[in-house]
């Protein structure tokens, strides 16, 4: 199963979702409570937007309080384990991006087993990653980009917002399908990291669109490719990888809802269709939108399908690339 093959059958879910809600509805009594939702990620950023969003749709629509609480840390192990310590009835969860499938291949340990601790409930939305160069550079598409490097590999580098990250393992997939060893350069956050391309000091970075997009459109970037299945609204004239010869390509990134391992099938059955309905609400896809994010709901069978590939392909690049576990 591919990343976009578990999209398309995401759209589907949230389909399914919408038909069947009265069923479950009628055949759980659920929430009585109020409901907290931890955030494996520090106050500000897209992915607490997207949880408070959530959290204020669920109280709506379950008649119970969602309260968010942020609890970054360790690249998402802090949350995970305040997860685990509460009990498996729902009325904890936690929010989390693809890196929950990253840790365990890139510590040295983990105080829990991702496939048997915890319950995936649903996907909520996904995000591609552009490739961006400095104008230096003297390439405007891949192929031109992948000539470049064969010939002359210590002339460019890619920055990445963290060792072991997203843009790491998308710089080092990208080694992988074009053929090539470009150096990757660690930095500590994506702050620093897009800063050190638009001054040149590094030449290629893996970002999001819409922290790039003005940089683009002001020239003091090239946009060169973009991952996933079809072109981003926020760069729409910048064509995907499948477009430039490398249909394998991947480096989508997704955010979701997982349970504590042994919660009902019920409940998490209701909230994930729940989460079907509210993340393609228009007024939540519109706010998904300004953050380039696209609604991707799954089914929680096909969220721990997700989560499998996604550590399988991930341990292909780690092992490939020769990274180390982080102690």
Do not use: C
């Amino acid at each position: 199963m591919t990343f976009l093959k578990i999209i398309v059958r995401g759209l589907i879910a949230s389909a399914v979702a919408v038909a069947t809600t009265g069923v479950a509805f009628a055949q759980q009594a659920f929430p009585t409570k109020p409901i907290h939702l931890l955030v494996a990620f520090p106050p500000g950023g897209s992915t607490t937007v997207v949880a408070q969003l959530l959290g204020k749709k669920m109280t709506e629509r379950l008649g119970q309080p969602v309260i968010v609480e942020n609890r970054p840390g360790a690249n998402g192990v802090i949350a995970s384990q305040d997860l685990l310590k509460a009990p498996a009835d729902g009325y904890t969860l936690l929010m989390v991006v693809n890196t929950h499938a990253i840790n365990p291949l890139m510590k040295a340990s983990l105080p829990y087993n991702i496939e048997k601790d915890f319950a995936p409930v649903s996907t909520l939305y996904k995000l591609e990653l552009v490739l961006v160069t400095h104008p230096s550079v003297k390439a405007n598409n891949i192929a031109e980009f992948t000539s470049l490097a064969k010939k002359n590999p210590t002339s460019i580098n890619f920055a990445a917002g963290d060792s072991g990250g997203l843009t790491h393992l998308a710089a080092e997939t990208f080694n992988t399908e074009a053929g090539i060893k470009l150096q990757v350069i660690p930095y500590k956050g994506s702050g620093p990291a897009l800063n050190d391309a638009l001054g040149g000091h590094v030449q290629a970075y893996f970002s999001s669109p819409t922290a790039v997009i003005q940089h683009v459109a002001s020239g003091a970037l090239k946009a060169l490719a973009i991952s996933g299945e079809a072109r981003s609204q926020a760069l729409p004239s910048v064509p995907t990888f499948a477009e430039q010869g490398l249909p394998e390509f991947e480096a989508g990134t997704w955010a979701g809802i997982l349970a504590p391992a042994g919660t009902p099938d019920l409940i998490v059955k209701k909230l994930s269709q729940e989460i079907g309905i509210i993340m393609n609400l228009p007024d939540v896809k519109a706010k998904l939108k300004d953050f380039g994010l696209d609604p991707f709901v799954t089914t929680p069978e096909d969220f721990a399908a997700l989560i499998n590939y996604d550590t399988a392909r991930f341990k292909k690049i780690i092992e490939a690339a020769d990274m180390k576990r982080q102690k």
